[in-house]
């Protein structure tokens, strides 16, 4: 089946579609374009919007035209590209944190939301030939490079106007380590996608950090719980991987990976599951089999879809197709999860190619 602009509509399953919906219908989506982090279900209202959050709704949204042919969903994406445009700060060349600065937003910037939203930015550019998309992919590109990288490692979190680095505690979020490689794809994205080569070196140092460091991350964590967050994290790791699949190291520490999150996701998991570590998991077990890595265990991957599917909602209200950040105890959060939804529908509708025929997703269209 195609549509008249010629983009086949088959690999769309129906959680994927459910999950657009959700994108398009229920408000997370703001109406300047910029996506918030969460909704409390319960009190039935966003949380502040997030540059990063917009940056993966972009990728998402141009994935799910991608495989629809529907162009609202890339009328939705060039409604939050355009967002992020406006959002870069030309006076001091950063991506801010939260959107808008001031009203309790902190003046900060990430490293990892840059890269994200530049690969989202480069994703929707792919998609339409704008040519303001790339130009902000690129500006955050440099920034990561310029304000971010150093001799050690790479600063997580900087402080705005000053681009003082700002203190790292205990969060991983707030910390240097190895989840950094998946927003240092977008380096590579600008240098096999916009011809950028002087950003390989940038992305190859983040790779050898990431090498040296991965075995001690989730350790950080002082309990369960945040073991459970620092396994999402460490997904990124693995995810960033795929770049180098001939590297002897990196096909190890991918088949090490996989095993150590699915025993830790299941080991975890009564007290305490995320819906994206299912969705990453699925995602990592079905590319590395695809690239000879490491041979999928459809067992586990199987439990994974079904755990993942479980977490999309139901009931026809503004909340049905998003899917919840995860449980505890069993019990479903009080948070609809933007990066749940896309991860999980990027999941699901691999699940449903590799069941029906054969995986067709490649791993470059990594949300």
């Known amino acids: 089946m195609s549509t008249a602009t010629g983009i086949q509509t088959a690999a769309c399953s129906p959680a994927c579609l459910r999950a657009g919906e959700w994108l398009l219908g229920s408000g997370i989506q703001e109406p300047q374009g910029g996506v918030a982090r969460y909704h409390w279900i319960a009190e039935r209202r966003n949380a502040r919007v997030s540059t990063e959050i917009t940056g993966y ?30 959002a870069w700060d030309a006076s001091c060349a950063a991506m801010p944190f939260e959107w808008p600065l001031g009203d309790g937003a902190e003046p900060l910037t990430f490293f990892f939301d840059n890269g994200i939203i530049a690969r989202g930015l480069l994703r929707l550019w792919r998609a339409t030939g704008t040519a303001r998309y790339l130009d902000i992919a ?12 150093n001799c050690r490692d790479i600063h997580p979190v900087l402080r705005l106007p000053s681009k003082e680095p700002a203190d790292r505690d205990g969060r991983w979020s707030r910390s240097s380590g190895c989840y ?20 390989r070196p940038a992305f190859d140092k983040a790779l050898e ?12 964590a002082p309990d369960d719980r945040a073991r459970m967050d620092r396994l999402h994290a460490y997904c990124y790791f693995l995810e960033g991987l795929f770049a180098r699949p001939e590297d002897a190291r990196v096909r190890e520490a991918l088949r090490e990976g996989i095993a150590f ?12 599951e995320r819906s994206d570590v299912n969705a990453q998991l699925l995602r990592i077990r079905l590319w590395a089999d695809a690239l000879g890595i490491e041979r999928i265990d459809e067992a586990a991957a199987e439990e994974e879809a079904m755990r993942l599917a479980s977490f999309q909602m139901e009931g026809g209200g503004p909340m049905s197709g998003g899917f919840n950040f995860g449980a505890l105890h069993g019990a479903p959060t009080n948070y609809a999860n933007p990066v749940s939804t896309v991860f999980g529908m990027q999941a699901l509708a691999m699940w449903d190619e590799y069941c029906n025929g054969g995986l067709r997703t490649a791993w470059h269209r990594l949300i």
Request: aromatic residues 8%; proline residues 1%; negative net charge.
């Open 57 to 86: 709704a972009v990728s998402a949204l141009v994935e799910l035209h991608e495989r629809s042919g529907e162009v609202r969903f890339l009328d939705a994406a060039r409604k939050s590209g355009d967002f992020l445009c406006r």
């Open 138 to 149: 690129r500006a955050c590109a440099e920034a990561m490079e310029r304000d971010f990288l």
């Open 180 to 199: 950094q490689l998946k927003s240092a794809l977008a380096w590579l994205d600008l240098a096999d996608i916009a011809g950028d080569a002087r950003y």
């Open 209 to 220: 950090l990431a090498l040296a460091t991965h075995r001690s991350f989730v350790d950080a």
């Open 261 to 272: 999150t699915g025993s830790e996701l299941r080991r975890i998991r009564p007290e305490f």
